[in-house]
C-alpha cells in the first residue's frame, strides 16, 4: 500500500510551486504552521516576486533577504499596501513624460512628506485624508509653485487654465470647513484664475468621500451667496491621479512650449480632404460652466496639415468657415464665417497650422461638424475640406439641492 501524501513527504519543487502563488498574509500564516511549512514560506524567491509585485522593486536590487527587505517596505509603507503598487506607477509615468517633455515642470516636483507630516496635517484639519492621497504624497509633495502645471493647462485669448498640483501644507492650509464648501480642500490650483479642484474629505458635504470636484455657482441661488453647485473630475483621488497618468503614458495630450495641453481627441476625429488632414481635440471648462442656468462651456483645438508629398500645386488659402453645432436635443445652428479666428492659413506640402475657439450648449453634451473652403492659389478653385464630427460632453455633476439632500440623508443615518 502507497504512503499518504502529506506535508512532510510532498518534494520541494512542487510545495515551492504552490507557495508562488501565496500572499504575504498566507505567507505569514505557513511560517507559523509547521517546520516544514516554514522553511519553504522562506525562501527568498517567494518574497522577492511579493517585492517587486507590492513594492516595485526590480531585479537589479541586490538583496540578501528580501523577507526582511519586504517586512522593511512594510512597517514604513504597509498602510498603503493596496494602492501603493498603482499609486507609485503613476507617479513613475507622470516623472518620465514631464522629464522629457516638460523640464520646467520636472524641476518643480517636490519629494515626498513623512507619514508623521501627513498624520500632522490631519490631525490640523480634523478630518482623515484617503490613503492614495497620503501615498501620493509620501512619494511626491506636490509642485513648488510655478506657472506650468503638472496636472494640464487649457488656453483660449480671455482665459488660461492651469493646474498646479498643491503641496500639503497650501493644500491644508486651504481646508474649507464652513458654507457649500464645508469638509473639502484644495488639491490642484490655477494662479491665473484662483481656479481650485477640491478633495471632499466627508461625506457630511452631500458628496462622496474622496471625490475630486469643480465647485461652480448657482447663478439661480445666489441670493445666499453660498449655494455651489459641483462638477466632478474624479470620483476617488486614485482614479482621478491614475487616470491622468494613463493619458500622459498614452501620450494624450500635445505639449507646446514645456506645457501640458489637456485637450482630448477622439481617435476616429479625423478627415482628410484633397491632401489635407483635419483632426479636433476638445475640453470642458468647468470654471466657465454653470448648472443652473445650464451652460456648458468647451474648449477645441483644430489642426490642419498637408502631407509632405502633396504636389505644391494643390497650395490653397482658407477663405471661410462652416459649421453646424447640434444640442443634445438635436437642435441644429449653422455658423458661417471668413477665416479662422482672423486668420486665413495657406496650406502647402508640410504645412501644419492650429488654432484654439470655444462654444457653448444649453444642454450637456452636443457636437460640431463642418467644412473649411479652400482657394487654389495656382487656379483659383475652390474646395471644400471636411471637417470630422467632434463631441462634447460636461464632467458629471451634481447641483446644490442634490447635495444638501444627501447631506441630510447621511445626518440621519448617523
Not at 504552521?33 to 513594492?55: D, I, M, S
Not at 503598487?85 to 522629457?100: C, D, L, P, Q, S
Request: proline residues 5%.
Amino acid at each position: 500500500m502507497a504512503a499518504p501524501v502529506n506535508l512532510n513527504n510532498i518534494p520541494d519543487d512542487p510545495l515551492n510551486h504552490i507557495f508562488s502563488y501565496l500572499d504575504y498574509k498566507d505567507l505569514v500564516s505557513c511560517c507559523r504552521a509547521c517546520h516544514r511549512l516554514h522553511a519553504v514560506a522562506e525562501n527568498n524567491v517567494h518574497w522577492k516576486r511579493l517585492c517587486q509585485f507590492y513594492w516595485l522593486e526590480t531585479n537589479s536590487i541586490s538583496v540578501s533577504d528580501w523577507k526582511q527587505h519586504f517586512v522593511a517596505w512594510y512597517k514604513d509603507y504597509g498602510r498603503y499596501v493596496n494602492c501603493y503598487r498603482k499609486i507609485k506607477k503613476a507617479w513613475t509615468n507622470i516623472e518620465n513624460f514631464i522629464e522629457k517633455s516638460c523640464p520646467k515642470i520636472y524641476s518643480s516636483i517636490q519629494s515626498g512628506v513623512s507619514e508623521e507630516v501627513l498624520t500632522e496635517a490631519e490631525n490640523r484639519i480634523h478630518q482623515n485624508l484617503p490613503d492614495a492621497f497620503r501615498c501620493s504624497y509620501r512619494i511626491h509633495n506636490g509642485q513648488s509653485l510655478i506657472t506650468h502645471g503638472l496636472m494640464g493647462t487649457v488656453k483660449i485669448a480671455s482665459h488660461v487654465r492651469t493646474q498646479e498640483l498643491l503641496d500639503l501644507r497650501t493644500a491644508t492650509n486651504n481646508y474649507q470647513d464652513h458654507g457649500d464648501l464645508k469638509f473639502m480642500m484644495p488639491i490642484t490650483l490655477c494662479p491665473f484664475t484662483h481656479v481650485a479642484q477640491l478633495l471632499v474629505l466627508s461625506e457630511d458635504s452631500g458628496l462622496g468621500y474622496g471625490q475630486v470636484v469643480y465647485p461652480t455657482p448657482d447663478n439661480m441661488l445666489l441670493s445666499n451667496n453660498s449655494a455651489m453647485d459641483f462638477f466632478i473630475s474624479g470620483n476617488s483621488f486614485e482614479d482621478w491621479f491614475i487616470s491622468y497618468a494613463q493619458d500622459l503614458e498614452r501620450n494624450t495630450f500635445s505639449v507646446v512650449n514645456g506645457q501640458i495641453y489637456r485637450l482630448y481627441r477622439e481617435p476616429s476625429c479625423i478627415a482628410v480632404t484633397s491632401g489635407i488632414q483635419v483632426t479636433v481635440a476638445t475640453a470642458f471648462m468647468p470654471e466657465l460652466s454653470t448648472i443652473n442656468p445650464p451652460h456648458f462651456f468647451f474648449v477645441y483645438y483644430i489642426t490642419m496639415s498637408m502631407a509632405e508629398d502633396e504636389d505644391p500645386k494643390e497650395s490653397c488659402q482658407l477663405e471661410t468657415r462652416h459649421w453646424i453645432i447640434t444640442n443634445e436635443e438635436g437642435n441644429e445652428e449653422r455658423v458661417d464665417g471668413p477665416g479662422v479666428v482672423g486668420e486665413y492659413p495657406i496650406m502647402r506640402p508640410k504645412a501644419i497650422y492650429s488654432y484654439t475657439s470655444c462654444c457653448s450648449f444649453a444642454t450637456p453634451t452636443g457636437n460640431m461638424r463642418g467644412t473649411f473652403t479652400f482657394r487654389n492659389l495656382k487656379t483659383g478653385l475652390n474646395m471644400e475640406v471636411e471637417c470630422p464630427v467632434f463631441h462634447m460632453k460636461c464632467l458629471p455633476y451634481i447641483t446644490c439641492a442634490q447635495a444638501h439632500q444627501q447631506a441630510t440623508e447621511v445626518k440621519k443615518g448617523k
